[in-house]
């Protein structure tokens, strides 16, 4: 492992400064095998340190994950330790039998919580290591009934994962068919592409026995092969044999072992170390070509951010200049773009905003908030005839007083007032909100932005007083001169006329037009009545009707508007929806059996704009009264009904002559309202803010103060930049490291596919791989000829007697050497590729 330790950690320090965890998910290494099989001694010697407990029996009964760090010091921290550091590894031993006895007892108890250990040191490579309890068959102490099925789920737990590795350990004095470790390993991993058999304890086996069909790959084959360990006994490890001697006595054994000493490069824990290196630089190089499109994005969209920030000098005054004026000259086109409306992509999709918002107010809103403030029927009518008969006196009254109709109509003019102010109002919180999101692009520029923000708004509120001002003299025009020779007023003469014919034909003069079309739901309908469902509602000027869907061809009601008054509803506390009604004033049903029809909309702004619809189709909303104390209110009805049974039918003809002719003057002067309002808020607000940022902003600016303080960087635009300029450099860097481990790495290919069916019968065919060349039964002596007759082709090199020659002592010239890779030594290898 050591050839990558250093290329694999300058990429882990590229990315510890990226900020950001390493991506690149190196494999972890699960061993598997049954109890007391030594799987623990496996782990150990990767480390390369005695600290795992030992002992007969079950002696893992906790998850181990092991995490190798490449460190300068060598020590170990757990997880549920934080902050303590073990130099001691036999301390590290105790902490992991004190932590799994705090957990599952101390009567061979198990549990699937795993315990983290991180071991930093300069001769790991960062890895991650499991170490898994032993299989069982039988629950002792305080292990449940099911022992063995839990240990099974625990294992997979690990195992199932793509990136990990697994050791299927096999004790060597056992027989292999029964190998649960192999069996598992197969279910997860059935092509044999991330296990690796390794046979433990060959210097426990009978004597007269070894395991070399299995070590040579014909006994029950593998795609990667078995690998042959020899660990330390538990007589040297209670007489603290140290590692690195057990390393060269397992290295001795495999080399005098007559049966094991022409396979001793491919034996042994340096091996299996190799095996797991080569795995590793694969799994490193096929993450590679990911990791590296991943980074050239995240550069390609670094640079353009970091272009600005390459040769930033936080001291120098030019640049400091340049980016107050870019900001200016860019909240200069972000607020026209806004107000005027744009068809780029910076366009608002979720909400109204800005001009679209502002265009509503002046439209929808002023229209339903001057019909709101108009009096009810009853009440106006009762008005004119206090006007008529007091202006009449004592005087019996033989003609229509004109002087009621002015004192009516300065009454109705007076009210316009506050729908006009509140207009105002609202355009000037949309306009400051425009402003604040204008200025978001300066939050790297704190004191700019706060300075920015405090010119425009102090100017926006200079000018809506100035504006409030104007529209009220617009209102007091009206209250000077009743001007009653206007085209569009009906006169005296015309007034009783058209109240005649309005009753005698009773037909709108909107006709039967379509106004709007939406979905609203029903709210006061119980869900089996088809209520609280969304229906297709069609307002016209003389009735609403609502349909299942859009197509507007299944047709639930329609209901005639004649009569109806709109109320507002208080939103229920489990509802968001926004909610108002449709009821009579006289109290019939409305729909069915109800009293009113409720509706509701997700928002306020769709809410308003139907109550703006309705008004354009006569439906006005209830009229809003303080209510006085009991006693007080019913004197008032009382006297009020007195007074109207007193009237006489002369009285009433002149309050329907009163009431046509305010109706009619007061259409001019709504009219005319609507009109002027807008052009007076454009005018004196939006259009003199929008010159105001483009022609005197830079100059307020200038004058408010220090330019170098005001372009200051904030704390987290200046740590900001720094990060973009870090992660810029640690891209880079490593960007060019993967080329070195492009270049520095040699991937060895996958082995071959084997054949594997071997669970239920693989003891029947023991030569389903190739002999080895130490390992001829009984060869036939006609080979000979054969082989030394054609040397390069593959069929007359399948003679067995050859390998016999260099790997049998004293069996002929050729010495021991010739296990090794030579002249000799290809020849029986081909008949493998058959």
């Known amino acids: 492992m050591e050839q990558l330790i ?14 950001v965890h390493m991506q690149l998910d190196l494999p972890q290494i699960a061993v598997v095998g049954g109890q007391s099989a030594g799987k623990s001694s496996v782990l150990e010697n990767f480390v390369g340190k005695d600290f795992l407990p030992r002992g007969s029996g079950i002696v893992t009964r906790r998850p181990l994950i092991l995490q190798l760090i490449h460190g300068i010091t060598e020590y170990g921290e757990f997880l549920h330790c934080k902050g303590k550091k073990f130099t001691n590894f036999d301390e590290i031993r105790k902490e992991i039998e004190d932590e799994t006895d705090r957990v599952t007892g101390s009567n061979k108890g198990i549990s699937n919580i795993p315990i983290n250990l991180r071991v930093y040191s300069p001769h790991v ?27 099974k789920n ?57 395991a070399r069909d299995i070590l040579e790959n014909k006994l029950l084959p593998l795609r990667r092969g078995y690998i042959g360990v020899v660990n330390r006994s538990q007589k040297d490890i209670e007489g603290r044999k140290d590692i690195h001697q057990a390393l060269a006595a397992e290295r001795k054994f495999f080399l005098s072992h007559p049966s094991y000493r022409h396979i001793a490069d491919r034996l042994g824990t340096p091996y299996l170390q190799r095996v797991l290196n080569q795995q590793l630089t694969n799994h490193i190089r096929d993450t590679l070509p990911g990791l590296r499109d991943k980074l050239q994005k995240q550069m390609l969209t670094l640079e353009k951010e970091v272009e600005e920030y390459k040769h930033f000098q936080p001291g120098d005054t030019s640049i400091k200049t340049k980016a107050m004026l870019q900001m200016i000259q860019q909240l200069q086109s972000d607020f026209e773009r ?48 206090f006007a008529i008969r007091n202006i009449h ?39 400051s909100a425009v402003v604040r999101s204008c200025t978001d692009k300066m939050a790297r520029y704190p004191r700019l932005r706060e300075e920015t923000e405090r010119i425009i708004t102090t100017h926006i509120r200079e000018r809506e007083q100035r504006c409030k001002e104007q529209i009220l003299l617009l209102i007091d025009f009206e209250l000077a001169y009743m001007n009653t020779n206007h085209e569009d007023f009906i006169g005296f003469a015309n007034a009783q006329n058209k109240s005649e014919n309005a009753n005698k034909t009773g037909a709108r003069q909107l006709g039967n037009q379509v106004i709007r079309k939406g979905h609203m739901v029903i709210q006061n309908l119980g869900i089996m009545k088809g209520g609280s469902r969304p229906y297709w509602f069609v307002l016209t000027s003389e009735s609403i009707s609502w349909y299942k869907d859009e197509d507007e061809k299944e047709k639930k009601y329609m209901l005639p508007l004649d009569g109806l008054k709109l109320r507002d509803i208080e939103q229920g506390f489990m509802s968001r929806r926004v909610t108002f009604a449709l009821f009579s004033p006289d109290g019939r049903n ?90 007076a808020i454009m005018m004196l607000i939006i259009n003199n803010t929008k010159d105001f940022i483009n022609g005197e902003l830079l100059a307020h600016l200038y004058a408010s103060g220090d330019q170098a303080q005001m372009m200051e960087e904030s704390a987290e635009a ?16 490593a960007l060019r490291i993967i080329g070195d481990v492009s270049m520095a790495t040699v991937s060895a290919p996958l082995p071959p596919p084997v054949k594997n069916d071997w669970l239920p019968s693989g003891l029947d065919n ?42 049998r002592p004293g069996g002929g010239a050729p010495p021991l050497p010739g296990g090794r890779p030579g002249g000799a030594l290809p020849p029986p290898l081909l008949p493998s590729r058959r």
């Open 154 to 210: 625990m294992i997979f737990q690990f195992i199932r994962k793509e990136t990990c590795l697994i050791l299927a350990v096999t004790p060597a004095n056992t027989d292999l068919a029964n190998s649960d470790a192999l069996k598992l390993a197969k279910e997860v991993d059935p092509q044999g592409v991330r296990t690796i058999g390794v046979i433990t304890k060959l210097d426990l086996m009978d004597e007269g026995t070894d």
């Open 766 to 807: 023991p030569r389903l791989s190739p002999p080895s060349p130490g390992g001829p039964r009984k060869p036939a002596p006609t080979a000979q000829g054969s082989a030394g007759g054609r040397g390069p082709p593959p069929p007359p090199a399948s003679g067995r007697p050859a390998p016999a020659i260099p790997n």
């Open 6 to 19: 250093p290329i694999v950690n300058k990429l882990q320090d590229a990315f510890t400064q990226l900020g």
């Open 718 to 733: 200046a740590s900001r930049r720094e990060e973009m300029l870090r992660m810029y450099r640690a891209c880079r860097d």
């Open 393 to 431: 006196g004592i005087r019996v009254g033989l003609f229509t007083p004109d002087m009621a109709f002015e004192a009516i109509v300065k009454r109705q003019i007076a009210q316009l007032k506050e729908p006009v102010i509140k207009c105002v109002d609202l355009v000037v919180q949309e306009l």
């Open 590 to 679: 409305v729909y069915k059996d109800y009293k009113q029809l409720e509706l509701s909309c997700e928002t306020v702004e769709e809410v308003e704009s139907w109550k703006a619809s309705f008004l354009r189709a006569g439906v006005y909303p209830e009229k809003q009264e303080t209510q006085e104390n009991g006693d007080e209110q019913e004197g008032r009805e009382k006297k009020s009904a007195s007074e109207e049974t007193s009237t006489d039918p002369q009285l009433e003809r002149q309050v329907e002559t009163i009431r046509n002719l305010v109706d009619s003057y007061m259409k001019i002067v709504t009219k005319t309202t609507r009109d002027m309002v807008p052009k």
């Open 338 to 385: 806004t107000i005027e409306g744009s068809g780029s992509a910076l366009v608002n999709t979720n909400e109204l905003s800005g001009g679209a918002k502002i265009n509503r107010i002046f439209h929808e809103r002023l229209r339903f908030e001057i019909v709101k403030m108009a009096c009810d029927e009853k009440e106006l009518r009762r008005e004119i005839s």
């Open 125 to 151: 490579l960062n890895l991650t290591l499991i170490d898994l309890p032993g299989l069982t068959k039988v629950a002792i102490g305080d292990q449940p009934v099911d022992i063995e099925q839990q240990i």
